[in-house]
Nanobody, 127 residues
Framework: VQLQASGGGLVQAGVSLTLSCTTSGLTFSRYAMGWFRQAPGKGRRFVAGLSWSDGAMPTYSDSPKGRFTISRDNTKNTVYLRINSLKPEDTAVYYC????????????????????WGQGTLVTVSS
């Protein structure tokens, strides 16, 4: 199983960015997907999560909130994270993760429930 995150880089504050996470080796349409981030010197924190089913409602962290949009394309085995109006405090390594959701029980904030993790993509926001 592989999760390949991409789309990070050095950007200026105020721009938007879309991160991608392409998976292989798992039945993507039966996994919920989450995005986490880890800022320098801080722990890994949940950002957004989305179950596999059509019409599933996304879950977002209270902080940050409002500038993030998670989406997925089950035909491409890929999950996306759109970040609008980037701020310097968004600087972090962003990780995608897969959560087995066979029974329809997805707890987005349950870090231990994520079975597979990507290697992360670094987003650096300059002021």
């Amino acid at each position: 199983v592989q999760l390949q995150a991409s789309g990070g880089g050095l950007v200026q504050a105020g721009v938007s960015l879309t991160l991608s996470c392409t998976t292989s080796g798992l039945t993507f349409s039966r996994y919920a997907m989450g995005w986490f981030r880890q800022a320098p010197g801080k722990g890994r924190r949940f950002v957004a999560g989305l179950s596999w089913s059509d019409g599933a409602m996304p879950t977002y962290s209270d902080s940050p909130k409002g500038r993030f949009t998670i989406s997925r394309d089950n035909t491409k085995n890929t999950v996306y994270l759109r970040i609008n109006s980037l701020k310097p405090e968004d600087t972090a390594v962003y990780y995608c993760a897969a959560y087995s959701d066979l029974n329809g029980s997805y707890y987005p904030f349950d870090v231990a429930g994520y079975e597979y993790w990507g290697q992360g993509t670094l987003v650096t926001v300059s002021s």
